[in-house]
């Protein structure tokens, strides 16, 4: 007689296979009464369904034996306790004929896996070679998870994996950390994680000379499929340590396999009656080496390679296939070939429809292409005998065409970069505070001002309104902070105007005039731009920069001036790159200056405490002057062209 136990754990709530234990026990006499007018008392059944939802959990120690019970099925559960019964001998006839582990996460204490293996000797047989009435066993998306629990309950997670208890022996492990949490310890338990590690490393090479093998000579069903890391060692303890006589069905598939493992490449010599293997939805590439180990029945078995990568079928592939057709039958569907000319021996054996090969693997002629793209879906048998030579073609074409491209845009490219290079230069310091080293190294006097403005009273609206505020804000204010001269403001009371013009120029690195209509009708304007036109003269440098602020009156013009506008490059108002051009101008010997100041600190330091203030200038200057020069620059509908900002 069978009975049917259903369990919902919710609400981090908790099940325990010892609950059921105590249950069976207390109803003994309740069960016989039950079972006495129709079934022997030992013939009765019982299956448990346990399905978790919330982090629900579950205490399950291997080999999960009770009274009575012949199937256990956990889904989407958190598993305690699987090492708790490593030296318990059970005297309760192991009854266990399903188990059914389905999206499960198995804890497992480190300290206790440690001393659980320390003491492997003391492991009783039932745990070992636990499960050996297994008929059905299903351990699909089974994840470990390795933890040094504390008693204030925090866990640290030190390793994961898919070790595969049960028939991979436990100590199988994958000698990786999966996860290791930061935090203000982080060295220390990464040291212990080491230590553990290493302790894993031993314990695995001692336990490798276990002699013991398990023989289940019931099971007929494993499903170990979405095992995304499986134990290093699994196929070799599961095929070198135990034996499955009566094994019929296998599956690993979705479990990102990159090659069939020497138990799948000689399944008959560890699988007697295997009829078949899933290694579907892989990643893996080859099949030839498949060896031949002899048939116990007469059927043939099945090697599901479908949906993997395999990505061309060789003439040795054929020769596999060819000479295992009688006992395994492989599928390789699915896989997306790739047609080119190691795929042409394949191409000519689809399409000899007398072929003894081809009429058992007749999916072979409706395999198609997956790749290149001008054959993709195209059927493998359907293509012309010339399609290696147009394949070679494209395979040619293609890296020419992206060559010339290449080629193609670098000219391009090339192109602007000259042609706008000075406009690059200019951009590259104000937006990006980037001073290319191609920039001309401008020598000068330390003077007091960056720049003496020359304007006609009648603009003086824009230049107070719109210049000075542009150019004069502070540098912490992320403004270019200069330091300018205007006559209205800085000219000392009661002097002469010309003495103070001669002055003011000669302690300016620049006279910036702002050209305007206005500006040619003022006396006072002419003499101020005269005495900067002398100052440039005088210096041999760039010392003048010209604003075109508006269309000027030729009639105004007089010969000097003429002259100086053809002679020097000057700037219109309306540039889009106005500011960026004026800024770029001024601080050209602001900069140089204060790096030529620097090298001086560093090049006569006699002492570390010179050469230590020297470093702090420079990382003062490249780091927070020269990027908050620049820093000020925004999008401005006007624009200037500097004189002397070309010689870069």
């Known amino acids: 007689m069978a009975f049917h136990l259903t369990c919902d754990v919710v609400d981090e709530d908790h099940w325990s296979l010892?609950?059921?234990?105590?249950?069976?026990?207390?109803?003994?006499?309740?069960?016989?009464?039950?079972?006495?007018?129709?079934?022997?008392?030992?013939?009765?059944?019982?299956?448990?369904?346990?399905?978790?939802?919330?982090?629900?959990?579950?205490?399950?120690?291997?080999?999960?034996?009770?009274?009575?019970?012949?199937?256990?099925?956990?889904?989407?559960?958190?598993?305690?306790?699987?090492?708790?019964?490593?030296?318990?001998?059970?005297?309760?006839?192991?009854?266990?004929?399903?188990?059914?582990?389905?999206?499960?996460?198995?804890?497992?204490?480190?300290?206790?896996?440690?001393?659980?293996?320390?003491?492997?000797?003391?492991?009783?047989?039932?745990?070992?070679?636990?499960?050996?009435?297994?008929?059905?066993?299903?351990?699909?998306?089974?994840?470990?998870?390795?933890?040094?629990?504390?008693?204030?309950?925090?866990?640290?997670?030190?390793?994961?994996?898919?070790?595969?208890?049960?028939?991979?022996?436990?100590?199988?492990?994958?000698?990786?950390?999966?996860?290791?949490?930061?935090?203000?310890?982080?060295?220390?338990?990464?040291?212990?994680?080491?230590?553990?590690?290493?302790?894993?490393?031993?314990?695995?090479?001692?336990?490798?000379?276990?002699?013991?093998?398990?023989?289940?000579?019931?099971?007929?069903?494993?499903?170990?499929?979405?095992?995304?890391?499986?134990?290093?060692?699994?196929?070799?303890?599961?095929?070198e340590r135990a034996s499955y006589p009566a094994l019929k069905y296998y599956n690993m598939s979705h479990s990102r396999l990159n090659h069939l493992s020497p138990m799948i490449l000689e399944w008959r010599r560890y699988f007697p009656r295997m009829q078949f293997v899933d290694m579907s939805h892989n990643r893996i590439k080859y099949f030839s080496s498949l060896a031949e180990n002899g048939l116990s029945n007469d059927t043939v078995?099945?090697?599901?390679?479908?949906?993997?990568?395999?990505?061309?079928?060789?003439?040795?592939?054929?020769?596999?296939?060819?000479?295992?057709?009688?006992?395994?039958?492989?599928?390789?569907?699915?896989?997306?070939?790739?047609?080119?000319?190691?795929l042409s021996a394949f191409v000519n054996f689809s399409k000899n429809a007398s072929n003894e090969l081809l009429r058992r693997y007749g999916y072979l002629s409706s395999m198609a292409c997956a790749t290149p793209e001008q054959y993709r879906n195209i059927i493998v048998s359907s293509l012309e005998n010339n399609f290696c030579e147009a394949t070679e073609f494209i395979l040619v074409k293609g890296p020419v065409i992206a060559l010339s491209v290449c080629v193609v845009i670098v000219i391009v490219v090339t192109g602007l970069v000259i042609k706008y290079r000075k406009e690059l230069v200019i951009l590259a310091f104000t937006r990006l505070h980037i001073r290319?080293?191609?920039?001309?190294?401008?020598?000068?006097?330390?003077?007091?001002?960056?720049?003496?403005?020359?304007y006609s009273e009648d603009d003086g609206q824009w230049v107070f309104g719109t210049l000075l505020p542009r150019l004069e804000m502070p540098a912490e204010n992320g403004g270019p902070g200069f330091k300018l001269c205007i006559h209205h403001?800085?000219?000392?009371?009661?002097?002469?105007?010309?003495?103070?013009?001669?002055?003011?120029?000669?302690?300016?690195?620049?006279?910036?005039?702002?050209?305007?209509?206005?500006?040619?009708?003022?006396?006072?304007?002419?003499?101020?731009?005269?005495?900067?036109f002398n100052q440039s003269i005088m210096e041999k440098k760039r010392h003048l920069i010209i604003i075109l602020k508006e269309e000027l009156d030729k009639r105004l013009i007089d010969a000097d001036m003429r002259r100086c506008l053809q002679t020097f490059t000057y700037a219109k108002a309306e540039d889009k790159l106005f500011w960026d051009k004026l800024i770029f101008a001024l601080s050209d010997r602001k900069v140089n200056l204060n790096l030529a100041r620097i090298r001086e600190l560093n090049n006569n330091a006699d002492m570390v405490g010179i050469a230590v203030e020297a470093d702090r200038e420079m990382d003062r200057v490249n780091g927070i002057e020269q990027q908050n020069l620049a820093g000020a620059i925004i999008a401005h509908p006007e624009g200037i062209i500097i004189d002397g900002i070309w010689n870069i």
Not at 177 to 195: D, H
Not at 307 to 328: A, G, K
Not at 499 to 520: G, Q, R, Y
Request: proline share 3%; glycine share 4%.
């Open 18 to 239: 010892q609950e059921y234990r105590t249950w069976i026990e207390s109803n003994e006499m309740l069960l016989r009464e039950i079972t006495n007018q129709t079934v022997p008392y030992k013939e009765i059944s019982v299956s448990v369904d346990i399905r978790c939802d919330k982090n629900g959990s579950v205490s399950l120690p291997w080999p999960a034996r009770a009274k009575h019970l012949w199937k256990m099925s956990v889904s989407n559960c958190i598993l305690f306790d699987f090492l708790k019964e490593y030296n318990t001998t059970h005297y309760v006839q192991d009854s266990l004929k399903v188990l059914e582990l389905v999206n499960v996460t198995m804890h497992n204490d480190n300290q206790e896996f440690i001393h659980v293996m320390s003491n492997f000797k003391k492991m009783s047989n039932d745990y070992f070679c636990g499960g050996k009435q297994l008929e059905k066993l299903v351990k699909r998306n089974v994840r470990q998870v390795f933890k040094a629990i504390h008693k204030s309950n925090k866990q640290t997670i030190f390793h994961q994996t898919n070790a595969n208890y049960g028939y991979s022996p436990p100590f199988l492990l994958n000698n990786s950390a999966r996860e290791l949490k930061t935090g203000e310890n982080n060295e220390t338990r990464l040291n212990e994680y080491m230590k553990l590690n290493e302790r894993y490393v031993a314990l695995g090479q001692e336990h490798g000379n276990i002699s013991s093998r398990c023989n289940f000579k019931y099971l007929q069903y494993i499903d170990e499929s979405y095992s995304s890391s499986m134990a290093k060692h699994h196929s070799h303890f599961m095929s």
């Open 301 to 342: 078995g099945v090697l599901d390679l479908r949906h993997n990568n395999i990505t061309t079928i060789t003439p040795d592939d054929l020769q596999t296939l060819r000479i295992h057709s009688s006992s395994v039958y492989v599928d390789i569907r699915n896989n997306p070939l790739h047609c080119d000319c190691k």
């Open 436 to 454: 290319l080293p191609c920039r001309r190294i401008v020598k000068g006097e330390d003077k007091l001002y960056d720049a003496f403005i020359a």
């Open 489 to 532: 403001r800085d000219f000392p009371v009661g002097g002469c105007i010309v003495d103070n013009i001669n002055a003011k120029v000669d302690e300016s690195n620049h006279t910036v005039l702002i050209l305007t209509n206005n500006f040619l009708r003022s006396y006072w304007c002419k003499f101020e731009f005269k005495a900067a």
